[in-house]
Nanobody, 117 residues
Framework: QVQLVESGGGLVQAGGSLRLSCVAS????????MGWYRQAPGKQRELVAR???????DYADSVKGRFTISRGNAKNTVYLQMNSLKPEDTAVYYC???????????WGQGTQVTVSS
């Protein structure tokens, strides 16, 4: 199993920046991809960004050019640098990992990001 602990959410004005962090513990050597999803009130959870064990990245169109995902040197940490934040980025952000062989998904508890206009 893998446990995920997120941090870094908060309240920011439009145009501001936040950096989310997620630390994984447990079977971290079996992790393939790590990523961030978000869910706004009344909407479905959606992919924001993900990064694979080889460093390949994928972004939602709505955040391209503004958000950057990266992994720490120890490979058990994933970051999401969010710049030029917009009110529509307001959501609960969830850390996600996908295991290499089983493809099981693990989720963090979520961290609230609120962008005021």
């Amino acid at each position: 199993q893998v446990q995920l602990v997120e941090s870094g959410g908060g309240l920011v004005q439009a145009g501001g920046s936040l950096r989310l962090s997620c630390v994984a513990s447990g079977r971290i050597f079996s992790i393939n991809a790590m990523g961030w999803y978000r869910q706004a009130p009344g909407k479905q959870r959606e992919l924001v960004a993900r990064i694979t064990s080889t460093g390949s990245t994928d972004y939602a169109d709505s955040v391209k050019g503004r958000f950057t995902i990266s992994r720490g040197n120890a490979k058990n940490t994933v970051y999401l640098q969010m710049n030029s934040l917009k009110p529509e980025d307001t959501a609960v952000y969830y850390c996600n990992v996908v295991m290499m062989v089983s493809k099981i998904n693990y989720w963090g508890q979520g961290t609230q990001v609120t962008v005021s206009s």
